[in-house]
Nanobody
């Protein structure tokens, strides 16, 4: 089992920034590709960003590319999502997820473990 705990959500004004973190425990963190997803009320969960086990490869949804940056620290068992120039449409619950020995892009399918989520609200 892998336990994932997100933190860093909150209320921010349009144009502002937030940094989300996800702390992992239970298994060897560097064996897992990691992803961030989000889900707004009444909508399906959507892919935001993914990072490979080593951190050398990343991928982003077109809606966040150039504004969000995913990174990981395998020594600290954490994955982060730096979100800049936030827009109201970014409002959602953000989830991190772990996929064993895979770099999964664009879909929730293939991820083995999920966190409980952290709320991000972008509003003036």
């Amino acid at each position: 089992q892998v336990q994932l705990v997100e933190s860093g959500g909150g209320l921010v004004q349009p144009g502002g920034s937030l940094r989300l973190s996800c702390a992992a425990s239970g298994r060897t963190f560097s064996d897992y590709g990691m992803g961030w997803f989000r889900q707004a009320p009444g909508k399906e969960r959507e892919f935001v960003a993914a990072i490979s086990t080593s951190g050398r490869s990343t991928n982003y949804a077109s809606s966040v590319k150039g504004r969000f940056t995913i990174s990981r620290d395998n020594a600290k068992n954490t994955v982060s999502l730096q979100m800049d120039n936030l827009e109201p449409k970014d409002t959602a619950i953000y989830f991190c997820a772990a996929a064993y020995a895979r770099f999964v892009v664009g879909t929730p399918t293939g991820y083995d473990y999920w966190g409980q989520g952290t709320q991000v609200t972008v509003s003036s």
